[in-house]
């Protein structure tokens, strides 16, 4: 089981940023996905999540219409669309699956102008 993230970086406050995990080593179709971040001195937190079957989709009060998680079941990938960024976003974001207790490596993604 793998999980591997990308496109974290540096952006300005209101900018956009779209993370990807790409899965491998099990049927990623049948899972449930997530992202949770966790910033310099804080608990890791869920920022949302996203059904394996329906796409049904959960978000952090902090992020809601804000950032919208997807997911290609063709690509094995799940996707974090994070737009109206602001520097309390500041977190390393990790790809999650709860049901294989799998976490990815984490990307940083730091808002600041």
């Known amino acids: 089981v793998q999980l591997v993230e990308s496109g974290g970086g540096l952006v300005q406050p209101g900018g956009s940023l779209r993370l990807s995990c790409a899965a491998s080593g099990f049927a990623f179709r049948n899972y449930a996905m997530s992202w949770y971040r966790q910033a310099p001195g804080k608990e890791r937190e869920l920022v949302a999540a996203?059904?394996?079957?329906?796409?049904?989709?959960v978000y952090a009060d902090s992020v809601k219409g804000r950032f919208t998680i997807s997911r290609d079941n063709a690509k094995n990938t799940v996707y974090l669309q994070m737009n109206s960024l602001k520097p309390e976003d500041t977190a390393v974001y990790y790809c999650h699956s709860r049901r294989l207790g799998a976490w990815g490596q984490g990307t940083l993604v730091t808002v600041s102008s």
């Open positions: 996203i059904g394996s079957t329906d796409g049904s989709t």
